[in-house]
């Protein structure tokens, strides 16, 4: 029991050293190094208001990013052009794109016939968000990074300072660069900087494609690295982006870094320079710096070659090795294993249904904690949506508890149970995926969870199984899954591998913990301490990544492996299993209070997206809200004396809380269809005046291919009687669709202008209290209408 405490309060400890950020540095830091407080001038200047692409404020910040370039000594240019994005969203293609401007500045090296090295940030915000964290962070510590590099000497190659502008509207600064811009091809490495959140410390998420060269040298080059292969791994199969995407897939060498703590201040108007943590940029800017100092003063940039498994441990190391050598870990662990398995069957004797049963206890514990936290999740009564995980994030820090507590407390009660064999715990998580299933009659995964950690359950603990056997059976399954990923993605494998060989070195220690004495005991608590603060690394890089509670089995089952020993009690005894109980119990009262206190205050405001909706085909106008309405929203959409309802319109991706307003004359955007002399048609559309962007649908009678948009060759196929989107920013002359269409037939287009201004002569809506904030385009005028042409 005590040992138990001990493992779990230093593997807490241990996590949270991990955790934190390093201590910022002063502004009269020595030249050579990154000083937070040096870079945190130019967030300031950057991030003193929102500057999305194409504004007023974006030029401003435009000029200033120059003006600090030139003083840098830069070669500094704007490039401007088109950006362009294509994808298909559920089938449906949907075209962006506007006129960036890239600010790019060269600090010229010895060679500069030489491979270039780039660092990229990107200085445009999402409208409403002063965008501390993302971008300004990036892009003042880029100037830092420059400044620092000039006080070590003369590089031996150039450094490419790539400022991106149109980042938030599709990747478009980075897009037009690296497929368009003759400089692109000097680039021979990138070292891009983000955020997604105002805290936590920076990772080195993502690199370019066959990073073995990439790891060396970060490895080599970097005080305090945080990186790990999953997710690189996992970034490689998720559909979104930054601009780092645009020189991997051309194939660059590089590495992504960004934080992404208290995600709450994610493009939200609490991203302010007050709120960002220095300790963040700190960290940030220390690793970008290291990593490019160590590839513009080197002789030779690191080239593709095959891929490395590598994590942070516990103790701020980064260990990495090839693929291949993760069957070294697993042959290791697997003698260990063994070697704790003969002992104990010299001492105690082993019994293999014991091992079953442990395994399928583990299983339980695994499945039945996923089952678990989705439960707690839905019972926290927040939606899944941005708007309405707000809740959570409000209170980011009370609902990780919850979470971690109900984890760790389902874990202690699997492993407790097996001591003794009580049937009945096989409920707790089948029940537990039933009601997620009644909250939510879609989600048969919860269910499913829920009713197979039953099903499992019952076998587990059907009697009650010894610990050295029960703990056999973990470790086998831990060994089977680690084989499992080192055959189907070797570079995600350790994530398993490296907590079961510190639990199988446990093993062997103290004969598959057979022993109990003071000093087995030691090793056991100190290896599961280690593990703990290793899992919970994951467990917390979960939490942030996705609002996906079912993730949160991979960590349980990586402390389960070290922490099994120690969680199993001889025989039930009382104190410890009433442990994992009371956690739950806690874990409980926890998600009561996410759910029932609410959580908005001055520094985390409730969320209000309220826009002016001129809807020019019906001829009315509609107050609406873009998000769940609270009252100051609510207050604003009934100013004209009409009743809320639930409206659906084309412009909304679901039904929206809008009142009736008074309509009011605006002009629509100017859109002429054109058929040209060799058979192909020409689609313009200009915003309205001061309208920053332009959204449209369009749908042709007859297939169609596009050949251009905005004056980019881009061949996208059109289907007859389909939506395609098309949104267009910054760009007053509007965008212009070359089509080529296979019959003759027409073509039908709605538009949507956004206006950032209330409409002139309606009661504009009252000042926010402290404790709500716009979003995004709040406070906007939307314009909307349909035209029809035939060619
Ligand atoms: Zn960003």
Known sequence: MIALILALVAGGWIAWLSERTPEPRPADAPPARFSAARAMADVGVIAAR???????????????????????????????????????????LAIGGGTIENIVGVLPGRDRGASAVAVMAHYDSVPGSPGAADDASGVAAALEIVRAIRARGVPARDVVLLI???????????EAF???????????????????????????????????????????????????????????????????????????????????????????????PANLDKGSLQHLGDQALAVTLATAFAQALPEPGPDQVYSQVPGGVLIAYPTWAGWLVLVAAAALIALGVLRARRTDGLSAWDAARGAAALLFAVLGAAA?????????GAGAGHFEQMWLLAQAVR???????????????????????????????????????????????????????????????????????????????????????????????????WPLLAAAVGAAATDMAARRGPAALAVLALLAALTLGFAAGYA??????????????????????????????????????????????????????????????????????????????????????????????????????GEIVRREHWMQRQPAQAAPARMVAEAPPQITVTPLPDGRVS???????????????????????????????????????????????????????????????????????????WPAGVRPPPPRPADVMAFHTSDSTVVTGTRRFTW
């Open 540 to 641: 917390h890089a979960a939490y942030l990544s996705l609002d996906l509670m079912a993730l949160q089995a991979m960590p349980v089952l990586m402390a389960a492996l070290a922490l099994w020993p120690l969680a199993q009690p001889a025989e039930g005894a009382p104190p410890a299993r009433l442990l994992g109980p009371l956690l739950l119990v806690a874990g409980a009262v926890l998600v009561a209070v996410v759910r029932f206190d609410a959580p908005w205050s001055a520094r985390h405001p409730q969320l209000s997206y309220v826009v002016y909706h001129v809807d020019q085909d019906a001829g009315s106008a509609w107050r609406t809200s873009l998000a769940p309405a609270g009252p100051w929203a609510r207050q604003v959409l009934r100013a004209d004396g």
């Open 178 to 272: 690296f497929r368009r811009d003759p400089m692109a091809a000097r680039i021979g490495f990138v070292v891009n900087m983000e955020a997604r959140g105002g805290a936590g410390r920076a990772q080195m998420f993502e690199t370019g494609t066959g990073n073995g060269q990439t790891i060396a040298l970060y490895r080599r080059a970097v005080a305090e690295p945080a990186a790990a292969s999953l997710s690189t791994f996992v970034y490689e199969h998720m559909p979104n982006g930054t601009d780092f995407t645009l020189p991997k897939d051309a194939g660059l060498p590089g590495v992504n870094l960004a934080f992404i703590g208290r995600q709450f201040d994610y493009h939200s108007a609490t991203s302010t």
């Open 372 to 380: 678990v936290l989705t439960l707690a999740r839905k019972a926290t």
């Open 164 to 174: 991106t502008d149109g980042e938030e509207s599709g990747l478009l600064g980075a």
């Open 50 to 92: 929102p500057h999305p692409m194409g504004s007023a404020e974006n030029r401003r910040v435009r000029d200033h990013i120059v003006a600090r370039m030139r003083a840098l000594g830069l070669e500094t240019e704007i490039r401007r052009g088109p950006g362009l994005f294509d994808r298909k969203v559920r089938g449906d």
């Open 683 to 757: 689609l313009r559309a200009a915003p309205p005046p001061g309208a920053r962007q332009l959204a449209l649908q369009i749908r042709p009678s007859v297939a169609a291919r596009i050949e251009q948009v905005g004056g980019v060759a881009r061949p996208l196929e059109l289907k007859p009687g389909r939506w395609t989107k098309v949104w267009w920013e910054a760009e007053p002359s509007g965008v212009e669709l070359v089509l080529r269409p296979a019959a003759p037939g027409g073509l039908e287009v709605r538009y949507a202008a956004t206006l950032e201004r």
């Open 399 to 497: 609902w990780e508890a919850a979470v971690l507590v109900l984890a760790l407390g389902f874990l202690l009660l699997a492993a407790a149970t097996a001591s003794r064999g009580r049937r009945m715990v096989a409920a707790l998580p089948a029940a537990a995926g039933i009601v997620a299933f009644l909250l939510d009659r879609q989600d048969y995964l919860t269910l499913g969870l829920g009713l197979a950690a039953g099903a499992i359950g019952l076998f587990a603990y059907w009697r009650a199984s010894a610990r050295p056997g029960a703990w056999t059976g973990v470790l086998l399954t831990g060994l089977a899954l680690a084989a499992f990923l080192q055959v189907a993605a070797p570079t995600t494998a350790y994530v398993v591998a």
